[in-house]
């Protein structure tokens, strides 16, 4: 909210955030695996509710509006997945239900959660992405798909509006789109590979028509992305630094960037 900045204490370092579709809730999460609900309707009276509880640090979260539902992923290697309404209800079904990361043989880093709360899709430490459909895991905990074009560590994900489809970034430089939906298309294997080195970070815009990516070559680029979630390069802008971090504003109309420059 412009002109009113705010600040969210918590017991250990930050390592992860989510906002719900309208701005009054926040999730945040620490190295200690606590996960915290903010309702920020006033913000001089901030308030929380612990919701989740990692035995480690949480690497990521995503909420599902639709569903009112916080998903978690912890070095622990666990999903937690936790329905919000009923845990502020105290309900007796209120307890996060656990999806073990079977199938993932190395420690896991990022999350992305398809925003209609169909597929979660988890990076790990071997260059891959491993997809579970979050409908059937009540029944299933292993992954349905795995994703292996990537040669390098996955350094960022993104997931598109509609949730059909997701861009990775990884240090081998390339960015690749990939079918949440359809896990058998074969998609990702025709590579964007502009960058001179490792990609660090990906900012989607708000209509999934736009993205920008930015790493190491100190080069932000901007692509247009074509109805199948194919980036197609546009622009390039030269930056003094190793470009770390990147959003776009939700009309796009606007762009943030941030580095190793400060």
Same mark, same amino acid.
């Given at each position: 909210?412009?002109?009113?900045?705010?600040?969210?204490?918590?017991?250990?370092?930050?390592?992860?955030?989510?906002?719900?579709?309208?701005?009054?809730?926040?999730?945040?999460?620490?190295?200690?695996?606590?996960?915290?609900?903010?309702?920020?309707?006033?913000?001089?009276?901030?308030?929380?509710?612990?919701?989740?509880?990692?035995?480690?640090?949480?690497?990521?979260?995503?909420?599902?509006?639709?569903?009112?539902?916080?998903?978690?992923?912890?070095?622990?290697?666990?999903?937690?997945?936790?329905?919000?309404?009923?845990?502020?209800?105290?309900?007796?079904?209120?307890?996060?239900?656990?999806?073990?990361?079977?199938?993932?043989?190395?420690?896991?880093?990022?999350?992305?959660?398809?925003?209609?709360?169909?597929?979660?899709?988890?990076?790990?430490?071997?260059?891959?992405?491993?997809?579970?459909?979050?409908?059937?895991?009540?029944?299933?905990?292993?992954?349905?798909?795995?994703?292996?074009?990537?040669?390098?560590?996955?350094?960022?994900?993104?997931?598109?509006?509609?949730?059909?489809?997701?861009?990775?970034?990884?240090?081998?430089?390339?960015?690749?789109?990939?079918?949440?939906?359809?896990?058998?298309?074969?998609?990702?294997?025709?590579?964007?590979? *502009?960058?001179? #080195? %490792?990609?660090?970070? +990906?900012?989607? &815009?708000? @209509? /999934?028509?736009?993205?920008?990516? $930015? =790493?190491? !070559?100190?080069?932000?680029?901007?692509?247009?992305?074509?109805?199948?979630?194919?980036?197609?390069?546009?622009?390039?802008? *030269?930056?003094? #630094? %190793?470009?770390?971090? +990147?959003?776009? &504003?939700? @009309? /796009?109309?606007?762009?943030?960037? $941030? =580095?190793? !420059?400060?």
């Amino acid at each position: 909210r412009k002109g009113k900045p705010f600040r969210l204490s918590m017991t250990g370092g930050v390592t992860a955030i989510a906002v719900d579709a309208v701005g009054n809730e926040v999730f945040t999460a620490d190295e200690f695996g606590e996960v915290l609900h903010w309702q920020l309707k006033n913000l001089s009276k901030a308030t929380f509710t612990p919701v989740a509880k990692h035995e480690s640090a949480v690497l990521g979260l995503g909420f599902v509006s639709k569903e009112r539902a916080l998903i978690s992923l912890g070095q622990d290697k666990k999903l937690l997945v936790t329905e919000v309404d009923k845990k502020m209800r105290d309900d007796e079904a209120s307890l996060p239900m656990g999806i073990g990361l079977q199938g993932v043989p190395d420690k896991p880093k990022l999350l992305v959660i398809d925003p209609n709360g169909r597929r979660a899709a988890v990076s790990a430490g071997d260059g891959k992405i491993y997809v579970w459909d979050l409908n059937a895991r009540l029944t299933s905990a292993q992954p349905i798909a795995k994703f292996d074009e990537h040669t390098d560590v996955i350094e960022d994900l993104a997931a598109s509006r509609d949730g059909n489809w997701m861009l990775s970034a990884g240090k081998d430089g390339t960015l690749r789109e990939w079918d949440l939906q359809n896990t058998t298309s074969g998609a990702g294997s025709n590579p964007a590979n *502009d960058h001179v #080195g %490792p990609v660090f970070d +990906l900012a989607l &815009s708000a @209509d /999934g028509s736009r993205v920008l990516s $930015g =790493g190491q !070559d100190k080069v932000l680029r901007g692509w247009r992305v074509d109805p199948a979630g194919v980036p197609r390069l546009q622009i390039t802008h *030269d930056v003094s #630094g %190793p470009i770390k971090a +990147l959003a776009i &504003s939700p @009309d /796009g109309r606007l762009l943030a960037e $941030g =580095g190793e !420059d400060g």
